[in-house]
């Protein structure tokens, strides 16, 4: 998973992406917490078919449909990549049915989760409930969470009576990673000769991302679910010859502008505001939700979007929602022109419909850039209900050309006013967060992080590039990718930093095949590092002429750390991709390159050898912030001992190249990935600042902000940043 939260980063998995693991090379079976002789009864649930409202993860499976049955415990002080293991990533919850087989005395009910680094969390409650025929289920109530065992927690419920069911089902509640090994119901109908382990079977050999553990102390990110990263934003953009006319360029050239429909929104599904068409919100797949504006059988319709100049364009699409149990269809066709005056136009043809994303699709025109100042949509469809929820008009960088640098940074200077090495400044987040935010969310987001003194926010990745995912978390043209929430979310995040005054790091892509792979292979990596300048490219011309001074820069998600990279080979080979990277980060949008490493102090390379590690690598790759992940938070380091690594680190970097900004990812979490008490903190900030340019957080944002519960830890936070 990602670095920080899933991921650790990039995440937990991932947030997704998952990580801050350091792997133990354990081969050691442990046998399932004995059979209890005082239940007088038996394990019913033993090698029963179930059923799952949602599957798990491609990446954590559950083989064979059998691992919540088979009596196959992980073990409880291994890692979540042991096989026994199902994993989910989940904002929610989903539910789980045992078919007994035929009707039992049920006398009690329990489930074993893990809780480990990357995000994984034990779940916020645990339900059961009974059934005789499958269909109707009366509720047992909660389950209470038992005393951990390693890293494992049973939720147990004890039945005062019994029932007497054929079907039980489990509904598991909570937000991030969620993995489970075994689900055990007791019955009173006496011993079924449960069988007894002294060794539990290995695991199956071929399951997905389960085989190759690492053998040694990989030392995952130290974020598994809570974005880290650098929180300094440059404060000087590079020079430009030519600035982009606001409205023209690369980007979303219709966001935030006017329209007119020939035919109004059904009162029922209005577009709220006459704005929704080009306000950057997607809307989900529920109809009922205001996002979405509606007509019913109205043959067709078209809605002319004005630029406010005249703009080259070579790509236009519009979004549109299918929900047949209730008559609402994709278009038949969709057409698009263009014109100069708004009353003469030019014919481009009918739009492409896309691949269907679940219940959305995209009716998309690309093609040799024309110039206008108005673009018209004609929507027809024969019958039913036809839902938009937004349109996008992608510039060329036509008349307004994206802007020729004149001189390309070597690296961000301080930010405006200086750093305050006294209080962060900024904050990673993981992009699970925002799955559900609107523009509102993350307004009030930047608004919290404004009123405490910070300036940046740093999206962890924008691209998830596991083969079995490669999906983008904004409208992407990368072959083979498809964007996976609905809505833009970081046009969004870009256009509410812009108006708090926030800058934005984009992170670019991050796959968890990077802990089983690090540099020991260079086509792979090879083949990410040109993904992510494919990103970044995408990026810039998607967003550059309009957020180009909001932009910060770019993060690189794969973090190095002291343990895999001790060779002169894997060294070599990610000052190559780093180089060639960042070069191209430079050459292209002008912005700086930031990335993140991490280290543990109980294992791998000393602190001296970390740090001529990281000297050799700046000597040879032009990054602009290494932004060392603190490892306070999950244990890699300590207050007492953070100087001692912090000060070669910073001595080999700024000699290697002074113009290197050397920043402090400081974790906000505990071990368990709870939030730490702001003393501690507090604590984290006097032991670093004498070594550090800037403070930035893993993580502001999923640990100390009111919009996630933490009213408390925030309010004691500003307390102290209003007087620092």
């Not at 967003?543 to 770019?554: D, E, H, K, L």
């Not at 702001?678 to 009111?706: C, G, M, W």
Request: hydrophobic share 35%; with cysteine.
């Amino acid at each position: 998973m990602p670095k920080k939260i899933k991921t650790f980063k990039q995440s937990i998995l991932s947030l997704l992406a998952l990580l801050t693991l350091v792997f133990a090379n354990v081969t050691l079976r442990v046998a399932p917490f004995g059979v209890s002789t005082a239940l007088a009864a038996s394990n019913v649930a033993l090698g029963k078919p179930y059923t799952s409202s949602v599957a798990a993860s491609a990446s954590y499976p559950d083989t064979n449909g059998v691992e919540l049955t088979d009596g196959i415990y992980g073990p409880p002080n291994g890692s979540y990549l042991d096989p026994q293991w199902q994993g989910r990533s989940i904002f929610g919850g989903y539910n789980q049915t045992i078919n007994l087989g035929s009707s039992y005395s049920v006398t009690e009910i329990m489930t074993n989760f893990l809780a480990d680094c990357c995000g994984i969390a034990l779940p916020s409650a645990v339900s059961y409930a009974y059934s005789t025929d499958g269909t109707n289920f009366t509720n047992l109530g909660n389950a209470v969470a038992q005393p951990a065992v390693g890293k494992t927690t049973k939720f147990k419920l004890t039945l005062g009576t019994p029932v007497t069911a054929q079907y039980v089902k489990m509904t598991v509640t909570g937000d991030w990673w969620l993995f489970e090994d075994e689900m055990e119901v007791w019955a009173n109908t006496g011993p079924t000769n449960t069988p007894t382990r002294t060794n539990t079977p290995a695991p199956p050999t071929n399951t997905p991302t389960h085989t190759n553990t690492p053998t040694n102390p990989t030392n995952t990110p130290t974020r598994t679910n809570t974005p880290v990263g650098p929180t300094n934003t440059p404060t000087s953009t590079p020079t430009r010859t030519n600035t982009p006319v606001a409205g023209c360029g690369s980007g979303n050239l219709a966001l935030g502008k006017s329209y007119t429909s020939s035919v109004a929104a059904n009162a029922s599904y209005p577009d709220t505001g006459g704005i929704e068409l080009t306000n950057g919100v997607y809307g989900p797949s529920t109809y009922t939700d205001a996002k979405w504006q509606g007509r019913a059988d109205i043959g067709s319709y078209f809605q002319t979007v004005d630029l406010g100049q005249s703009c080259s364009v070579n790509q236009i699409f519009t979004n549109f929602l299918q929900d047949t149990a209730v008559a609402i269809i994709w278009p038949d066709t969709v057409s698009f022109a263009y014109s100069t005056d708004g009353t003469n136009f030019t014919s481009l043809g009918n739009a492409t419909p896309q691949t269907p994303n679940g219940s959305f699709k995209k009716y998309q025109w690309t093609g040799t850039a024309v110039t206008g100042r108005y673009i018209r949509m004609t929507v027809s469809d024969c019958c039913g209900w036809v839902f938009e929820d937004e349109m996008e008009v992608i510039g060329s960088g036509g008349p307004t050309a994206t802007p020729t640098r004149t001189n390309t940074p070597t690296g961000p200077t301080a930010t405006p006013g200086g750093n305050n090495t006294n209080v962060w400044e900024g904050s990673f987040f993981q992009p699970y967060l925002t799955n559900s935010w609107t523009a509102t969310n993350f307004a009030t987001e930047f608004q919290y992080m404004k009123d405490v003194k910070m300036d940046h926010v740093i999206w962890q990745w924008t691209v998830d590039s596991l083969p079995s995912r490669k999906w983008t978390y904004y409208p992407t043209t990368m072959a083979g990718f498809t964007q996976t929430n609905s809505y833009d979310a970081v046009g969004t995040s870009l256009a509410q930093a812009q108006a708090k005054g926030l800058k934005v790091w984009l992170g670019l892509n991050w796959t968890d095949d990077w802990w089983s792979h690090y540099a020991n292979d260079n086509v792979w990596l090879t083949n990410e590092f040109t993904i992510s300048k494919n990103a970044a490219q995408e990026l810039w011309n998607r967003y550059g002429a309009q957020y180009g001074s909001t932009i910060a820069g770019f993060y690189l998600t794969m973090e190095m750390d002291n343990v895999n990279f001790q060779t002169q080979t894997t060294q070599d080979r990610m000052i190559a991709v780093y180089s060639d990277t960042a070069n191209y980060i430079h050459a292209n949008t002008g912005k700086p390159v930031m990335v993140a490493p991490f280290f543990n102090s109980s294992t791998g390379q000393n602190a001296t050898a970390y740090a001529n590690m990281w000297g050799y690598i700046i000597t040879n790759a032009a990054l602009d912030v290494v932004a060392v992940q603190d490892g306070i938070g999950v244990g890699h380091a300590t207050v007492a001992n953070i100087g001692s690594w912090l000060s070669p680190l910073r001595n080999s970097i700024k000699a290697a190249r002074p113009s290197t900004q050397f920043w402090s990812d400081l974790e906000t979490m505990n071990p368990d990935f709870t939030p730490a008490a702001v003393s501690r903190v507090i604590d984290q900030l006097n032991a670093e600042k004498a070594y550090v340019d800037k403070f930035t957080t893993f993580s502001f944002n999923h640990y100390d902000s009111p919009q996630q519960g933490q009213t408390a830890n925030y309010n004691t936070w500003k307390a102290y940043t209003d007087v620092h």
